[in-house]
């Protein structure tokens, strides 16, 4: 029996959606099964395709039995849909890219021959890159602090985290305790899109508020960052959105609108102001994989479309 007899095309399709997601954070997976499971509630609603949306598998069977045209329209007719819904253009584009890739993969698979060129939707992105600012910042640790229980020591370490070290609320919330080595004061993070984690050397106090954290918590193994109940019991890793919760609250608290990627912003345009510019090193302190992202940080805190507006109107 050869390769192709032991592996017909019928089982390459049923495997098709977990070859797609094999080797991908989980929080990669959670997200590409919600767009994907959003494409197969859109084919649900068109007339007479009820029966072939029963589940993801069935629609990506059908989407590569179409011809190009076919598959083409549909996708367009989707974007459509996701825009009619009023969604951001970073959701629509990610929903749509995750599509192409799969349509990618089958492509590889040999399972299709055409590719779908639908574009994806123009977004400004970045446009609000400054966030709370250094005396937001501030305002929000000290509310953190001023609860002076277990919750606010993991608090304030949570909040020195995403700013000092301008973390992702993922990475924060993906740390263990072993990732955490006091004496030298570094955390193994797991950047986004990396397979490896890289290590980023703490500031004085951000590892005085991560110390007086793990003395509540403890040395013990496990997620660095726990739920709290109100008793002070733990209660297991502390979610992203639980995280996203955390900042809002603190900077209502202290009167200022606050995101965890927002104290992230801040970071990255307050190391670009006390380097005076230095794209190359502020990239690297934000582990931007593109300069050009960094530049756009550089660019929003210059105000350069501002001043040029101004050159251009002086007498």
């Known amino acids: 029996m050869g390769l ?13 959606i977990d070859s797609f997601l094999a080797g991908r954070k989980p929080t990669t997976v959670a997200a590409y099964r919600r767009d994907l499971e959003d494409f197969r509630a859109f084919v649900a609603r068109q007339p007479g395709a009820a029966v072939y949306a029963a589940s993801i598998d069935r ?14 329209a549909l996708a ?17 584009n990610r929903r749509l890219a995750a599509l192409r890739s799969l349509v990618q993969l089958g492509r590889t698979l040999g399972l299709v021959g055409w590719s779908l060129e639908v574009e994806n939707v123009g977004s400004a992105a970045y446009r609000d890159t400054r966030g709370p600012g250094h005396d937001g910042v501030m305002a929000i640790i000290g509310k953190a602090e001023d609860r002076g229980d277990a919750i606010g020591v993991r608090d304030t370490a949570i909040v020195r985290l995403l700013h000092d070290t301008a973390l992702r ?11 955490y080595d006091a004496e030298a004061a570094t955390l193994a993070i797991l950047g986004k899109a990396r397979r490896e984690r890289e290590m980023v050397t703490l500031p004085d106090a951000t590892r005085a508020a991560l110390d007086a954290w793990v003395g509540v918590r403890g040395a013990w193994d496990g997620p660095l960052f726990v739920r709290l109940d109100n008793a002070g019991a ?9 995280v996203r919760l955390i900042v809002r609250r603190l900077g209502a608290g202290a009167g200022v609108p606050a995101r965890p990627h927002g104290l992230r912003h801040s970071a990255i345009t307050e190391a670009l102001a006390r380097t005076n510019g230095n794209v190359s090193a502020v990239q690297g302190f934000a582990r931007h994989r593109d300069p050009r992202v960094t530049i756009r940080y550089n660019d929003n805190r210059d105000d350069e479309a501002g001043r ?7 007498g």
């Open 308 to 314: 040029i507006a101004s050159l251009i109107t002086e």
């Open 234 to 242: 733990f209660e297991g890793r502390l979610s992203g959105e639980a």
């Open 169 to 179: 609320r993922g990475e924060v919330v993906s740390l263990d305790h072993a990732h």
């Open 76 to 92: 367009l007719g989707y974007r459509a849909d996701l825009l009619t819904r009023g969604l951001s253009p970073a959701t629509v």
């Open 59 to 72: 629609v990506v069977l059908e989407l590569f039995g179409l011809a190009a045209g076919q598959a083409n």
């Open 4 to 16: 192709a007899d032991a592996l017909p095309i019928a089982q390459l399709q049923e495997r098709l």
